[in-house]
Each structure stands twice: as structure tokens, then as C-alpha cells.
């Protein structure tokens, strides 16, 4: 029973996000926001809503080492299993934002994030919204860079949302936000279950069977990109996306409830993110600059196997 709340929860979850990004587009659109604005914040916040739910349901439940798990685990997925499955499908281009921008800040969240639960094993109000300010102050800068470089063309603001009426973004806000609520729900249950059942904590559930469902979005439309030539996906995105994880989701899970780590496995966890982001730099720049090849994948993609197999062995 507790892989059947897995799997709904799951599918809840995708199926919530979708509806939520539609509504929160549609929305946007609305207010005469810009395809810029739009595509760099209510895009972005709408798809981390399925981690937020998961995280902050599990803080609450208490379960404060599922919700840590979750984040810390999706961090390490998003480039270790979702960027290297892409690069081995399909080299990758990265462009120079990579070290200018986007992996400073993301290791600058990574290493706050590592700091506050390292120093008392809390990630406290005060520490969660820290963290969210500074992804606020991350966005604006983002923003204005992007004006200033004229570079507003997002593939993921669909323009035919423009046409949405009312009713419908509140018919797909409703369904959104019950598919996400009901799905956290059923997926938090049944990682709890079987982390009860077979002994394993709730810290390896949540890095591991939780962070890849929640990642499952990113990489189906990362596959299917690859599959189709598109660079939909980008390393920029990736890394955007485990911003927002730390900043957002658990900034905001903090600032509603202290988040404690009680399981010596979440430090471990702490160092495979910390990393896997550090060893993309060598990736990237060596030997042939800017390119992430097939074998460069593989190699992530062999780093996150091992990561689950010592996962479940050290448990």
C-alpha cells in the first residue's frame, strides 16, 4: 500500500505543478506582467511548489529529516542524475553565465545552507528567511541583467496562456493546488511507511525514492528535449532550480517551522551536494571548455549511482 501512496502521490504531484504553472502564467499574464518577470519568478516558484509541499508537510508531520532529505537529494539529482542522463542523450552547451553567475550563487545557498545546519543542526526562522531574502535579492539581479542584455525569450511561457480567461486559471489553480496538497500527503505517508517498514530513515527516503519523484519533472522535459535536439534544458536551469530549492522551499519551510536535523546521514548527504556542484567546474572547463559531453555525463550519472548504493548500504 505504501508503494500505491508513492506512485499517486507522484503523479499528483506532476500533475499539480502543470496545473499550477498554467494558473500562475495565466495570472501573470493577466497583470500585464512581462514574459521576463514571469518566466524568472512565478515560473520558477510554481515549479518548486511539489518540493515545497513535500518538504513543509514533512517538517510538519515531523518528519523535519524527509524534508531536509528531499531538497538535499534533489540538489544532488538535478545534476548528477537529471544533467547527465541529458549530456549522455545529447552534449550540452553552457554558456558563460555558468561561472559568472549562476554556480557562484548557487554555491554561495549551498554553503549558507551547509553553515546554518552544520553550526547547531537547526535551520531556524531567522536562517530560513535569510535564505529567502537573499533569493528575492538573487532574482532581481537576474532580472536586471537580463534587461540590460535584452535576453527575454523564455521557452517556458507559453503565449497561448495570454488568452486564458478567469475562470479557468481558477478552474486549474483549484486542481493545482488539491493535486499538490493530496499528493505531498499520500507521498509523505508513503516514504514514512516504508522507512518504518524496512528500517531505512527518513533522511535516505527523502535523498533518495522522495528527491527523485520530485525530480521526475525535470527530467522527463529535460529527456524529451534531449530527444529532440531542443536545448530546452540547460545546466543554467539546473542550477536556477537548486536555488530555488534551498531559498525557497526550505527558506520558506524555516520560516513556518524550524527545521531540525536529527539523523548523522543529512550531513553526509550535505557533502555529496556541496560535491557534485564543486566538480562541475573541472566538467565544464576541462578538457574541452564549455561542453558537456557524453562521457562527462556518464560520469555524473555513475557518481549518482554510487550515491544511492552507499545511500542504502549505510543504512
Known sequence: MSIFYIIVGFILLVIGGEFLVRSSVGLSFKLNLSKLIIGMTVVSFATSAPELLVSLQAALNGSPDLALGNVIGSNIANIALVLGITAIIAPLTVDKNFYKMNWPAMMVFSILF???????????RVEGALLFVLLIAFIYIMIAKAKKDKSEVLDEVDDALMETSYPMIFFWLVIGGGALYFGSELLVKGAKDIAQNLGISDGVIGATVVAIGTSVPELA????????????????????????NIGSVLGLTAIITPIHATESNVMVN????????VVLIPLVFLPKKYELSRLKGLALLLGYIVFIYLSFKIT
Open 221 to 244: 522535459a529535460s529527456v524529451i528535449a534531449a530527444l529532440k535536439g531542443e536545448k530546452a534544458i540547460s545546466l543554467g536551469n539546473l542550477i536556477g532550480s537548486n536555488i530555488f
Open 270 to 277: 550535505m557533502y555529496w551536494m556541496l560535491a557534485v556542484a
Open 114 to 124: 551547509y553553515y546554518f545546519l552544520q553550526n547547531d543542526a537547526v535551520l531556524s
